[in-house]
């Protein structure tokens, strides 16, 4: 089934260890995003990439990074996790990079809940 | 200041009725307008896209657009318990890279 495949589905980390979240997607979209979502909050932007070997910040980037070395993977890193990153996690992918011309919608993976305590 | 604005709700509706979502945007260069729809514990659905002034009609679904009032919304007509989950307005940012989400409004359809 294409889509986005998101691993781990949930993760229990200790503050200050180091945790790479992962994404991958069959659909072959050049653009792919990671967001994280609290309560209250909605859903924010932490790094996205409008193709591979591109990547760049979004709203809430401090204490994270990514990288894209294909255009199927876009791993997300944290290098020394702290209490609050704790949050739901989503990774998302469209079929064209951002225009501010007509976009088409992204899909998402089914999220990896973390908790850092 | 937020770029996208909804009402957070909870919106409670009878089965039948008509539910009105409502969302405000403060970019008035933007072009595209997206709705979600997230169940709870679950990743956001896309279920209808918007890029011109006016409705756009998909099955129950009718999103309107009104780029001079920077407001779009979405109708969910005959709506179903199975409606009942939080709706999430979306954007293009200014510089074209990714999507803003509004925090979503609860929606509760009571049978």
């Known amino acids: 089934i294409a889509g986005i495949t998101q691993a781990p589905t949930s993760q229990i980390l200790a503050a200050g260890r180091r945790m790479t979240l992962r994404c991958t997607q069959d659909?072959?979209?050049?653009?792919m995003y990671w967001y994280r979502q609290d309560l209250g909050l909605g859903l924010r932007l932490i790094h996205y990439?409008?193709?591979?070997?591109?990547?760049g910040k979004g709203e809430v980037p401090d204490g994270y990074s990514v990288s894209r070395a294909n255009t199927d993977d876009f791993p997300l890193t944290l290098a020394s996790a702290v209490p609050s990153q704790t949050s739901v996690y989503f990774c998302?992918?469209?079929?064209?990079?951002?225009?501010?011309?007509?976009?088409?919608?992204?899909?998402f993976g089914s999220g990896t809940r973390l908790t850092v305590v | 200041q937020k770029e996208v604005e909804q009402n957070s709700g909870p919106l409670s509706v009878p089965e039948g009725a008509i539910a009105s979502l409502n969302c405000t945007y403060s970019?008035?260069?933007?072009?595209?307008f997206f709705w979600y729809r997230q169940y709870s514990g679950k990743s956001p659905e896309l279920i209808m896209s918007?890029?011109?002034?006016g409705d756009k009609e998909d099955g129950r679904f009718t999103a309107q657009l009104n780029k001079a009032s920077q407001y779009v919304s979405l109708l969910i007509r005959d709506s179903q318990p199975s409606d009942s989950a939080t709706y999430l307005c979306a954007v293009i940012n200014q510089a074209g890279t990714a999507l803003i989400f509004g925090k979503g409004t609860t929606l509760s359809v009571s049978s």
């Open positions: 918007i890029y011109s002034n």
């Open positions: 659909m072959r979209h050049n653009a």
């Open positions: 990439s409008n193709t591979a070997g591109t990547t």
């Open positions: 970019d008035r260069g933007s072009q595209s």
């Open positions: 998302a992918s469209s079929d064209r990079p951002g225009s501010r011309g007509k976009h088409d919608g992204y899909t």
